[in-house]
């Protein structure tokens, strides 16, 4: 028994190294450890929002208990709800321009959301416009709509709801004939040994060169219709009849949060959706064949920034 034990613990040692030899650090342990540990940074002034919302909150709060309210309300949003959703709003703002920002400092996201806007102001041509519109209704068989209507929608079928509320979000802004001629348009002038490896990636691509096409102010839109409902939105309200102004509350709150969404959903969507390009260094270079040289932009445009496009 002794001998097992001692022969148990002789050969049981916590050094790595071989009995007898020299201690290598560099080719017995190939693990470095960094001796200053870093950790990714978390822009904390971006939540600036939350605290000064629920301040401002908290000040109004107390001035009502003080100075009621007299005159009638243009919506139906209880205080909590406004201040709630303004803050949330500010959030999603602060949140885009720190991903515009990152999107000037990368040269090849810099280079595709480049792409998207000359895309743009090459439809703003008519006689151009009118030849690009003429790819889906003539040359494109239904075959090959439907070959590009699966790579649209695979995302769409990945099983889950979250997946299926992602696409809606990704695809709202541009509708399949649009993704259909930019897609064959593209795809016709890339070399075939460039393009993206990735199918979710020609989907991103094409998907974000397609919604840049649309500048239409959604958020202005919603906001017009929320003031013309106020006066319908107070009349109903004085009537105290539940079947007028529980209907007419409904439209406003709805109106309310599809501005919130048409005009700070969108932007963040809009940089949001473009880093999620896996291989941009390659989907940067494929759309130099389409148009053409981007460097003067790029330059301008880390210099200067790039203008509001919604």
């Known amino acids: 028994m002794e001998e097992i034990i001692g022969g148990s613990t ?4 916590l050094d790595p190294t071989p009995s007898g ?8 342990n190939p693990i470095v450890l ?30 009502r208990r003080y100075r009621p309210r007299t005159l009638p309300v243009l919506t139906p949003l209880r205080l909590p709800e406004l201040y709630i959703s303004i803050a949330l709003a500010f959030v999603v703002a602060g949140d885009s321009v720190e991903r515009e920002e990152a999107v000037i400092d990368d040269r090849h996201l ?8 000359r895309a743009f102001d090459a439809l703003l041509d008519p ?12 040359l494109l068989s239904d075959e090959h709509k439907e ?11 990945d099983g889950t709801l979250s997946g299926k509320i992602a696409w809606w979000h990704n695809h709202l802004w ?26 979710q990636d020609w989907d991103t691509l094409v998907t974000h060169i397609a919604n840049s096409c649309d500048d239409y102010d959604y958020g202005s839109g919603m906001l017009t219709l929320l003031a013309l409902a106020v006066p319908f939105g107070m009349l109903a309200r004085w009537t105290r009849r539940p ?8 439209l406003q709150r709805l109106l309310w949060g599809s501005y919130l969404y048409f005009d700070f959903g969108r932007e963040n969507q809009h940089w949001r959706y473009l880093q999620q390009i896996q291989d941009k260094e390659q989907c940067a270079k494929a759309l130099t064949h389409v148009f053409g040289d981007f460097e003067e932009d790029i330059q301008y445009a880390q210099e200067e920034g790039l203008p509001r496009i919604f």
């Open 243 to 250: 079947l007028l102004f529980r209907p007419v509350n409904g």
């Open 127 to 138: 006689e151009l416009g009118d030849r690009f519109g003429n790819i889906d209704k003539k």
């Open 147 to 157: 070959e590009l209507r699966r790579i649209r929608e695979a995302r769409y079928y």
């Open 110 to 117: 810099l280079t595709i959301e480049l792409a998207g806007r």
């Open 10 to 13: 002789s050969s049981f040692s």
């Open 34 to 63: 960094d001796p200053h540990p870093t950790s990714p940074k978390v822009n904390w002034f971006k939540w600036w929002p939350i605290p000064a919302f629920s301040a401002a909150y908290g000040v109004h709060r107390y001035y």
């Open 21 to 28: 030899s020299d201690r290598d650090s560099s080719s017995s």
């Open 174 to 199: 541009s509708d399949d004939r649009t993704w259909n001629e930019w897609s064959s348009l593209i795809g016709l002038r890339i070399p075939f040994s460039e393009w993206p490896k990735k199918a």
